[in-house]
């Protein structure tokens, strides 16, 4: 079946530093993959979308990777800020249009 | 302002009693969604609409039932079948051929 892997163990870094958030998957192969952040109590809020065909995707201090071989994604925050801190979710998507989520990663940056 | 509302944002539910939560969107989405969300866990898709006045099972949905009369709603019913309501319940919409989702601020549902 189908499956997810993003860690489950909270990230703690400290202000200024890049926070690297890992994506893995298996038994897929999709064309698309998001990234989202949720904080507590509210709903996930779209970050990025990459293809399969995009290696790498940037947006202000947001930059997502996608490797197909390895059949993972790397989110990156650079520059990161005490207000970054949050869940950030996974999707991947095929031609169905709707997507499987991860169960996200909590990232908690110190100041 | 467009987006999509949930209400209530708590709801507290006796055993037996059926409860219907109301998601709206005004962002003329084709498609809407309804996701359960348990502590420490992803999201699981309930229930599904792509198109007025059709809507497909997703993963989860025995205990639950939905309707789709208005392209702006989409409400779901959690019914006294489903064993453990207790949690986090999420609506979303996408655009007609979109990946990305646009979600609502969730209820809360807390069975007493």
């Known amino acids: 079946s189908q499956k997810i892997e993003q860690n489950s163990e909270a990230l703690n870094i400290q202000e200024g530093k890049t926070a690297t958030l890992t994506c893995n998957y298996t038994?897929?192969?999709?064309?698309?993959l998001q990234w989202y952040r949720q904080d507590p109590g509210r709903g996930p809020v779209f970050l990025l979308l990459?293809?399969?065909?995009?290696k790498e995707k940037r947006k202000e201090r947001l930059k997502v990777t996608f490797d197909t071989t390895l059949k993972q994604s790397l989110f990156h925050i650079t520059a990161s800020q005490p207000a970054d801190s949050a869940t950030y979710l996974c999707?991947?998507?095929?031609?169905?249009?709707?997507?499987?989520f991860g169960r996200g990663t909590s990232l908690i940056v110190h100041p | 302002d467009g987006g999509i509302t949930q209400s209530p944002k708590y709801l507290f539910r006796k055993e037996g009693q059926n409860v219907t939560l109301s998601c709206e969107q005004n962002?003329?989405?084709?498609?809407m969604y309804w996701y359960r969300q348990d502590p420490g866990q992803g999201l699981r898709l309930i229930y599904y609409?792509?198109?007025?006045?059709?809507?497909q099972k997703g993963d989860i949905a025995e205990g639950y039932s939905v309707s789709r009369e208005k392209k702006e709603s989409f409400p779901l019913t959690v019914t006294s079948a489903q064993k453990n309501p207790t949690a986090f319940y999420l609506c979303?919409?996408?655009?007609?051929?979109?990946?990305?989702?646009?979600f609502g601020p969730g209820t809360r549902l807390t069975v007493l």
């Open positions: 979303a919409s996408s655009m007609e051929g979109r990946h990305t989702q646009y």
């Open positions: 038994n897929y192969s999709p064309a698309y």
């Open positions: 990459i293809r399969e065909n995009e």
């Open positions: 999707a991947l998507s095929g031609g169905s249009y709707i997507p499987t």
């Open positions: 962002l003329n989405h084709d498609a």
């Open positions: 609409s792509q198109i007025v006045n059709d809507f």
